[in-house]
């Protein structure tokens, strides 16, 4: 199945640390940017520049004096090691330049070397280097080996995030020119047509229609999903793999239940038709800003007085601790809710107001167990306290099904692994990065399979839903096995029970 | 005379190094802003859960001992041992003593073995951990090599060759009130202040800058309340749309 090796799972929950192998991911590369329009439109150069190391070496002195997290961060690793064994990467590759301090290193090298005095003067004596063409071909490769799931933040005495590092480092190459065609090819859709996939209103609108049928042949009620609906309560943002991936859609299926049960009137945009923003993926402040304002004027054109968004990690990321900083204030809409709102928020709110009438046993068949997606567990909150964002999905389920179990502790909540493909990885051409990348999970899901008979992963992230689809045959699993949160409270509403 | 001369001239020169590149460095730190809310989740909802947040992470390196057991105690017994030898030392800059400095002599005379025994901890830990020898440069060996001589050269005046400590005393009293007093001219002596000078003078420019970093980390600084404040940066006030 695979022209690679696929890591052996154990009994154990936990993968063993591997021994090095130095250079085995080495030249591993996903696609370089060869439409030069998949740059230009996002304001960078459509090919590498031919002064490169100039404009790089200008760019990282712009993000120094830009981004605390990056001057600090590059400056205060004591190489204690404590991150060497966190990344799932590593853990999967046993490359040493998975490590997250060697991946920080590789931009670390070059900072010391043009921004510091050791550097400057004792090149050696500190592993400071000069920009070859050679540290730009490892940057590319291991800096789209991090799905900047900021793991090895959690674990750093100094709270060194090397998502930050990466972001930087992906930031200066697209300055200079050499993007990656995954995410910059779909960005620029994003700003330019409102999704990902660059699907029209008129698309959008035939799927919902399609569903709204689906939904009435198989309940005899009919949902309502609705697109572009002026004077609506609420803005559902949702990643565009709702639209269409499997088991994606099913979500957003849930979603419309929730609210018909409710009561509450939602809309779907066309304009903002997407809640991903691969702009973070990039490290770009001005593109993360240009893709969040069509949310922004989306609300404003259409009225509504919330915004909710839907099942996607780095979406809520990005909405949670950027939306308000990158295109608020948001005092146009009712102040008697946070903005935004997480989709498993506000199912969680009507839940213990009793709003919803869920049948449990509808999920029989399924011995659930859930994964904390990276972003929403490391960088976002969900609920009033810290850690709601562990507590309110799990609230979810238990309460559409009857038999939940958690994996070990070591690889949930603040600890959690990634699924392996997320941070702009999730493209075919980097099918062994992502594959080994989910062993950590993939382990751990094994073990409570064997122990509990787990036979379903609820996940509540676009990126961790079509990632595990894809790996999990790799390990010998069902690839249906993964379902969305909202999936499962979709199966357990009881329609025409409550409104 | 010349001796004097020399050690009084290093240690101006190390004390206006240390005190003007960490200045420099903390100045730099205060003033590039943290554009975005990044905190490292679950993280506190107001100020004072940052302030323990960072007590816990500055006094008992909490994020370590989530991580690796024996880093974090060669580690913590280094940095807590060093923290009551320097308490120790003061008694040489400062006359009349307090009685919280004469209270921790005793105990600032054997902190030194768990400095060195910390040390050694984490040298063996680098030399014979593969993922932790791959990522050491040769200036990660020379600090811990520099700490261990330190270390080892104050015991070896404590425990076995003792200086003329009431002439030390004078002469960096000496120096701080400006008023030159003879150094005594002891090898060991000699040395253990060429270190800890030498110490002092690379701290602003190598990864020593930990130390002031760990409170500018805006994982761990940072309140979580990015749904209820706007953090916009001045650079970014400016970005178009």
């Known amino acids: 199945m695979a022209d690679f090796e696929v890591p052996v799972l154990g009994d154990d929950p936990i993968c063993p640390v591997p021994t090095l192998k130095p250079d085995a991911m080495k030249g591993i590369k996903p696609f370089i940017v060869n439409n030069p329009m998949h740059n230009t439109d996002l304001g960078f150069p459509g090919s590498l520049v031919e002064n490169w190391q100039e404009?790089?070496?200008?760019?990282?002195?712009?993000?120094?004096?830009?981004?605390?997290?990056?001057?600090?961060?590059?400056?205060?690793?004591?190489?204690?090691?404590?991150?060497?064994?966190?990344?799932?990467?590593?853990?999967?590759?046993?490359?040493?330049?998975?490590?997250?301090?060697?991946?920080?290193?590789?931009?670390?090298?070059?900072?010391?070397?043009?921004?510091?005095?050791?550097?400057?003067?004792?090149?050696?004596?500190?592993?400071?280097?000069?920009?070859?063409?050679?540290?730009?071909?490892?940057?590319?490769?291991?800096?789209?080996?991090?799905?900047?799931?900021?793991?090895?933040?959690?674990?750093?005495?100094?709270?060194?995030?090397?998502?930050?590092?990466?972001?930087?480092?992906?930031?200066?190459?697209?300055?200079?020119g050499l993007g990656q065609k995954y995410t910059n090819e779909i960005l620029g859709k994003n700003i330019k047509i409102g999704n990902n996939l660059g699907l029209n209103p008129k698309a959008i609108r035939n799927t919902l229609e399609g569903l709204e049928d689906d939904v009435e042949d198989a309940t005899g009620v009919r949902v309502q999903y609705?697109?572009?609906?002026?004077?609506?309560?609420?803005?559902?943002?949702?990643?565009?793999?709702?639209?269409?991936?499997?088991?994606h859609i099913d979500g957003l299926v849930g979603y419309g239940k929730v609210f018909h049960q409710a009561g509450i009137s939602w809309t779907l945009s066309s304009k903002a038709s997407e809640a991903a923003n691969f702009a973070m993926f990039i490290g770009s402040y001005a593109n993360k800003k240009r893709a969040a304002m069509r949310i922004r004027e989306a609300a404003l054109e259409l009225g509504v007085k919330r915004i909710i968004v839907g099942e996607c990690g780095h979406a809520w990321r990005v909405a949670y601790s950027f939306w308000n900083t990158?295109?608020?204030?948001?005092?146009?809409?009712?102040?008697?809710?946070?903005?935004?709102?997480?989709?498993?928020?506000?199912t969680y709110d009507l839940l213990k107001r009793g709003a919803l009438n869920l049948d449990k046993s509808a999920n029989d068949h399924r011995v659930v167990t859930f994964h904390d997606s990276c972003n929403v567990s490391r960088a976002s909150r969900m609920g009033n306290f810290p850690g709601g964002q562990y507590h309110i999905p799990r609230e979810l389920i238990k309460a559409s099904c009857n038999h939940f179990v958690d994996m070990a502790n070591e690889t949930i909540h603040e600890q959690t692994y990634c699924c392996g493909g997320g941070g702009g990885l999730l493209t075919d051409d980097l099918m062994e990065v992502r594959v080994k990348g989910a062993y950590p999970r993939m382990q751990a899901l094994r073990h409570v399979q064997k122990k509990h008979g787990v036979n379903y992963l609820a996940s509540i992230c676009a990126i961790c839903k079509s990632q595990f689809s894809k790996v999990l045959p790799y390990y010998n699993f069902d690839r249906e096995m993964v379902v969305g949160v909202h999936q499962l409270i979709s199966a357990a509403i009881q329609l025409g029970t409550k409104e | 005379m010349t001796v004097t001369m020399l050690y009084a001239v290093l240690f101006y020169a190390a004390v206006a190094i240390l005190i003007i590149g960490l200045l420099r460095r903390i100045?730099?730190?205060?003033?590039?802003?943290?554009?975005?809310?990044?905190?490292?989740?679950?993280?506190?909802?107001?100020l004072g859960g940052v302030v323990l947040r960072m007590a816990r992470e500055v006094f008992f390196f909490e994020s370590l001992f989530k991580s690796t057991k024996w880093t974090w105690l060669f580690g913590f017994i280094f940095h807590i041992s060093m923290a009551v030898v320097l308490l120790r030392h003061s008694r040489y800059f400062v006359e009349p003593l307090c009685s919280g400095i004469e209270?921790?002599?005793?105990?600032?005379?054997?902190?030194?073995?768990?400095?060195?025994?910390?040390?050694?901890?984490?040298?063996?830990?680098?030399?014979?951990?593969?993922?932790?020898?791959?990522?050491?440069?040769?200036?990660?060996?020379?600090?811990?090599?520099?700490?261990?001589?330190?270390?080892?050269?104050?015991?070896?005046?404590?425990?076995?060759?003792?200086?003329?400590?009431?002439?030390?005393?004078?002469?960096?009293?000496?120096?701080?009130?400006?008023?030159?007093?003879?150094?005594?001219?002891?090898?060991?002596?000699?040395?253990?202040?060429?270190?800890?000078?030498?110490?002092?003078?690379?701290?602003?420019?190598?990864?020593l800058l930990h130390v002031p970093g760990v409170f500018f980390s805006p994982t761990r600084n940072q309140i979580d309340d990015a749904r209820e404040k706007r953090h916009v940066a001045g650079w970014a006030k400016e970005t178009a749309v």
Not at chain 2, 28 to 39: E, G, K, M, Q
Not at chain 2, 157 to 182: C, E, R, S
């Open chain 2, 103 to 207: 209270f921790i002599q005793f105990f600032g005379k054997y902190a030194a073995f768990g400095m060195v025994a910390g040390l050694g901890g984490l040298l063996v830990r680098r030399l014979l951990v593969d993922r932790v020898n791959y990522i050491s440069a040769p200036s990660d060996y020379f600090m811990l090599g520099l700490l261990l001589a330190i270390g080892l050269s104050g015991l070896g005046m404590t425990f076995l060759v003792h200086t003329d400590i009431v002439a030390l005393k004078a002469f960096f009293l000496g120096l701080i009130y400006f008023d030159w007093q003879p150094l005594p001219v002891d090898p060991l002596l000699l040395i253990h202040l060429t270190l800890v000078a030498t110490l002092m003078i690379v701290f602003p420019f190598s990864k």
């Open chain 1, 226 to 247: 609705p697109l572009d609906e002026k004077g609506a309560e609420v803005l559902m943002v949702t990643p565009s793999a709702d639209f269409f991936a499997e088991p």
């Open chain 1, 55 to 176: 404009v790089a070496i200008a760019k990282m002195g712009d993000l120094l004096k830009k981004y605390r997290s990056l001057q600090v961060f590059l400056d205060s690793c004591v190489k204690c090691g404590s991150c060497t064994d966190k990344c799932h990467y590593l853990i999967g590759t046993g490359d040493p330049r998975n490590m997250p301090v060697a991946r920080q290193d590789l931009l670390r090298q070059i900072y010391r070397r043009y921004f510091t005095f050791a550097g400057k003067y004792f090149p050696g004596l500190v592993g400071a280097k000069d920009l070859t063409r050679e540290v730009l071909d490892e940057w590319y490769s291991y800096y789209h080996q991090c799905s900047q799931c900021r793991r090895c933040s959690v674990y750093c005495p100094y709270g060194i995030d090397t998502a930050e590092i990466s972001m930087a480092a992906r930031e200066i190459m697209d300055s200079i």
């Open chain 1, 326 to 346: 990158l295109i608020g204030p948001f005092d146009f809409l009712d102040p008697r809710y946070p903005v935004p709102q997480h989709i498993c928020e506000f």
């Open chain 2, 27 to 46: 100045v730099i730190y205060t003033r590039v802003p943290a554009p975005l809310r990044i905190a490292t989740m679950p993280a506190p909802l107001n």
